[in-house]
């Protein structure tokens, strides 16, 4: 917070305002660790206002730092506080059309875009922050370890899928997105949905999960028969540049040149992006692309996962997950890489 007021300040802002309905938004958690309902204000000097539904008060309670305001309107409270919203910084990227025409006609002020200073912020994530990605990645290489286990029960890909769903249910978590099994040719389609029986050939499962809020993406490629020696290369060539880009990652590193470097290495050009940023959110700053201009600094978490797809036919895609530390990279991500036949 101290970081959004003093640019706040530099902006000539009086203050910032998140809102959250019914989806979380991932700026306001970012900022107090509450899901529920309501707004979020920062002013440039003083306390940060916090204000919710009655129904959710008890929830706010918990949360320490903010002044709490509900029961009354939003305008009262803030009058109360003496915060002034003549000019207010907002994050357009994650505002509905709906809230930010409410704002502009319940305050009648003036509107300034933040969401560039939030992605930089967001970016660089402090200890415990990643703490619980590490924490995420590693309850998803458990599960994947049972998936492995337990493959040979598992008739089509939505139930494949499901076993991914119950496992994470029942460690009190939630998945970070729906994952993908794709058998077959169904793994040349990057984002398949799993449908139908389990197809001889390569299988696909990207997956991740949520803990305290924080996300994983991990993706193994295994083989569901036994391999020709073609496709154990292919699979192994592309592991070989999968990690070969993640010897790149470094502090200093210019990610478009990054990209580029990869697709050269690959001799291919991505159908999709060679990674993205991990946090809050499964998909975020900074952009993996070969267009990006953003130098990887020390405590960024990114995704490195290049893949191969032979429409109808074949598809091999490796992912990991990757703090850019001090000196090069970890890989946070830790499940067997090695083709293994199911």
Do not use: W
């Not at 496992?167 to 997105?177: D, M, N, Q, W, Y």
């Amino acid at each position: 917070m101290n970081a959004l007021q003093g640019e706040l300040v530099k902006r000539g802002l009086d203050c910032a305002i998140f809102m959250t309905n019914e989806d979380p938004n991932p700026n306001l958690f970012y900022f107090t660790g509450y899901k529920g309902a309501g707004f979020l204000v920062i002013p440039a000097n003083g306390k940060a206002v916090l204000h919710v539904p009655s129904r959710d008060l008890s929830e706010a309670k918990l949360i320490k730092g903010l002044s709490l305001s509900s029961g009354k309107k939003l305008t009262e409270s803030l009058a109360e506080f003496g915060i002034n919203t003549k000019k207010v910084g907002v994050d357009f990227v994650n505002t509905s059309v709906t809230d930010f025409n409410m704002l502009k006609e319940k305050f009648g002020c003036e509107l300034f875009d933040i969401s560039c200073f939030m992605d930089q912020l967001r970016a660089i994530k402090r200890k415990d922050e990643v703490m619980k990605i590490r924490k995420a990645c590693k309850i998803t290489d458990k599960i994947i370890g049972k998936f492995v286990d337990n493959f040979s029960k598992f008739k089509t890909e939505q139930e494949a899928a499901a076993f991914l769903v119950y496992e994470t249910r029942k460690l009190g978590c939630v998945e970070s997105f729906e994952p993908i099994v794709a058998t077959g040719a169904n793994a040349a389609v990057p984002h398949h949905a799993p449908s139908g029986k389990i197809k001889a050939g390569f299988c696909v499962v990207d997956f991740g999960i949520k803990y305290e809020g924080y996300c994983s993406d991990v993706t193994r490629t295994f083989y569901f028969g036994k391999p020709t020696a073609e496709e154990q290369k292919n699979y192994y060539d592309l592991l070989k540049e999968q990690e070969t880009a993640i010897g790149l990652v470094k502090p200093g590193k210019i990610i478009g040149e990054l990209c580029v470097q990869a697709e050269k290495n690959l001799k291919q050009k991505l159908i999709h992006s060679l990674g993205h940023g991990l946090g809050i959110e499964v998909h975020e700053f900074p952009y993996v692309s070969t267009s990006s201009k953003t130098v990887l600094k020390e405590g960024m978490v990114i995704t490195i996962e290049p893949g191969e797809y032979i429409e109808g036919k074949y598809g091999i895609r490796i992912e990991d997950d990757v703090l850019v530390t001090k000196k090069g990279s970890e890989v946070l991500s830790k499940f067997s890489k090695k083709l293994i036949c199911l």
